[in-house]
């Protein structure tokens, strides 16, 4: 069984984006994409390419900044291919984190599925747990959190790592999780997969969600 041990800071693992979801709530249907994102070198916004601009060592796309126009509380629905790097998305998403970032993503049936990525919150939360998983390129599941990493494996890893999240949120609430691939140029419908398989069965609570870079 995972231990998502100790509550409050850890100090790990993972430089997050800082668009956050709730697993609150009923599932958010498709909607028409402000962005598109069907590859690692540009998205699309209203039929005109956006070239990838970020520095490799950061996070920033200052050309999808200047080209997303967003007020307050503005929600801005991402499209993201299934096989489009996590390290694309992660600059997509950082980039917007002032927005309410609704990521859809064809599951692995090909229904189009949601993910709402809220932005961080002003006023901090309390004290709780958080994590960060990193799928590897066999599925496994690296998990860190403030008592150490551990791996989950098997055949069905998400799934392990959802009936832990259940258990363990009992005795600490989970205050957020961060999702992300052990390596940058993985295909971000693993990393959807994963996030899926927690926020179908609301496994985690009302976590918020991020999207994580592992720091090595």
Request: charged fraction near 25%; aromatic fraction near 4%.
């Amino acid at each position: 069984m995972l231990v998502v041990a100790a509550c409050g800071g850890s100090r790990e693992h993972a430089a997050a984006a800082d668009a956050v979801g709730s697993s609150e709530g009923t599932e958010i249907a498709p909607a028409s994409a402000d962005v598109e994102l069907r590859d690692g070198s540009s998205a699309i916004i209203a039929g005109r390419a956006v070239p990838m601009d970020g520095v490799t060592e950061g996070l920033a796309w200052p050309g999808l900044d200047a080209a997303v126009h967003r007020g307050p509380h503005a929600v801005v629905v991402l499209a993201v291919g299934r096989d489009v790097p996590v390290s694309t998305v992660l600059h997509a998403v950082w980039t917007l984190r002032d927005a309410e970032v609704r990521v859809q993503t064809p599951d692995a049936a090909g229904a189009v599925r949601v993910l709402d990525l809220r932005p961080k919150p002003e006023v901090p939360t309390e004290a709780g747990c958080h994590l960060a998983v990193f799928v590897l390129p066999n599925g496994d599941l690296r998990v860190a959190g403030p008592g150490g990493p551990r791996m989950i494996t098997g055949r069905d890893a998400s799934s392990s790592l959802a009936r832990a999240l259940s258990d363990e949120r009992v005795q600490c609430t989970i205050r957020y999780i961060a999702f992300g691939a052990d390596d940058a140029k993985a295909p971000w419908g693993s990393v959807f997969d994963l996030a899926r398989a927690v926020d179908r069965d609301k496994a985690a609570g009302d976590a918020r969600y991020v999207l994580g870079d592992p720091i090595r």
